[in-house]
């Protein structure tokens, strides 16, 4: 394995070869950092087209548009991220076909209206320019596992195995956007090609060899994105707190949402970061397909939590088709589905169901229904959103007193 500690300053080209996945002090590089800011603007058109749609209270099609949307980001993301664990060796061909796949996202973004506007409408699904983005990703992967494939003696089999299969998969993706079917026949091609992409991992790592993949370096650039898709809730916060302003001047209901919104958003920033993920993956590399596949909840949850306090900020300016406790429900499902999905993934990571923090979610998941039902009995949003912001502080408080104990106890047990 080729390691870059000690490599040359320059960016010539270079062979492109496995990195050592045990390398010391291996963090997230400028590179990769700068290609995340593009993940900002495709996280917040897809937020604000939900966040329209659901306030129209047309939940179907926001739901099904945003699903979409989320798992095309994030999916390209997580090739991308994974890829570069294992070969990045930052030449100035991996940073061009990095600078190629900031494009991808980009004009995935600007294709995001459209295509929720036709999802919305219901005859067909516009989703060609979000299409044309993705494949634009992909083609620049497909172009690095080449080189891959040619450098590497090692990972040939491996690096063939990702760019065949992806290739083939564009294939069908541009064949979607000319035929152009229905509806209902788009839902069926994207949920099979959906699949076949998220399959192609499982089958090149399973035929061709695992690729050398830091586990450090996965689980930092797995939170990085993490606090990304978190400033969707902070934004959604202020879009809330700026329409109490406007409607009311400052008052306390603008003071709750501030302080709610923050308070959410930092105390799942919180729970997520108790996830000793790095320590789990660094001993058991088998368990990286599901801990990386089940991101994908996370990050859409936390984006779609985001959407809702953006729903929140038109019911406060009383311009939204639905009711407070609508607005509510679009806030804390997320939420709720967030903290499930981090608990499946912690207890996979571990490999156990400890008793004590069965009953902390169950406490996480009352509050969120105990935010829903203050709404509903007549509480303001702001106290909504304040309510729901205790649900990742019953998990805080619990972890703190007597639950970091049980981790450690656990995680003791999973490093034998």
Do not use: K
């Amino acid at each position: 394995m080729s390691t870059l500690a000690q490599g040359p300053r320059d960016h010539r080209f270079r062979r492109m070869t496995g990195r050592d996945p045990e390398e010391s002090h291996r963090t997230a590089t400028p590179l990769e950092l700068l290609f995340d800011l593009t993940l900002v603007v495709a996280f917040s058109q897809a937020g604000t087209q939900m966040a329209h749609l659901l306030e129209l209270g047309h939940y179907g099609p926001a739901i099904g548009a945003f699903s979409f949307s989320v798992f095309a980001i994030c999916w390209a993301w997580i090739n991308y991220s994974w890829q570069a664990s294992a070969f990045d060796n930052d030449d100035v061909f991996f940073r061009v076909a990095t600078m190629v796949q900031m494009l991808g996202v980009l004009i995935l973004a600007l294709g995001l209206p459209q295509m929720f506007h036709s999802i919305d409408e219901g005859a067909h699904v516009d989703n060609s320019v979000v299409v044309a983005g993705y494949v634009v990703m992909r083609v620049a992967a497909i172009a690095l596992w080449l080189r891959v494939a040619r450098h590497d003696p090692s990972q040939r089999r491996n690096a063939l195995t990702y760019a065949l299969l992806m290739a083939i998969a564009q294939v069908g993706w541009i064949v979607q956007i000319f035929t152009d079917p229905p509806l209902g026949t788009t839902v069926v091609v994207v949920l099979v090609l959906g699949v076949f992409e998220m399959l192609i991992p499982v089958v090149a790592e399973l035929r061709g060899g695992r690729s050398p993949w830091h586990p450090h370096h996965i689980a930092e650039r797995y939170g990085l994105l993490v606090i990304i898709t978190l400033g969707e809730i902070v934004l959604g916060t202020i879009l809330a707190v700026s329409a109490v302003i406007e409607s009311q001047g400052w008052s306390v209901e603008a003071v709750l949402v501030a302080f709610g919104g923050t308070a959410l958003a930092f105390g799942l920033w919180w729970v997520y970061f108790m996830m000793p993920s790095a320590e789990v993956l660094a001993r058991h590399r088998e368990r990286g397909f599901v801990w990386g596949y089940g991101h994908l909840l996370i990050f859409g949850s936390l984006a779609a939590t985001g959407a809702g306090l953006h729903v929140a900020a038109t019911v406060i300016e009383h311009v939204a088709h639905i009711s407070a406790s609508a607005a509510i429900l679009t806030l804390v499902i997320p939420v709720a589905i967030f903290t499930t999905a981090l608990f499946l993934l912690y207890s996979f990571l571990l490999r156990e169901f400890d008793p004590f923090h069965v009953l902390l979610f169950v406490g996480a998941i009352l509050a969120l229904a105990a935010s829903a039902l203050a709404v509903a009995a007549g509480a303001t949003v702001g106290v909504g959103i304040v309510i729901a912001a205790c649900s990742p502080l019953v998990l805080i408080v619990g972890y703190e007193t007597l639950g970091h104990r049980h981790q450690a106890a656990a995680l003791e047990r999973a490093l034998e």
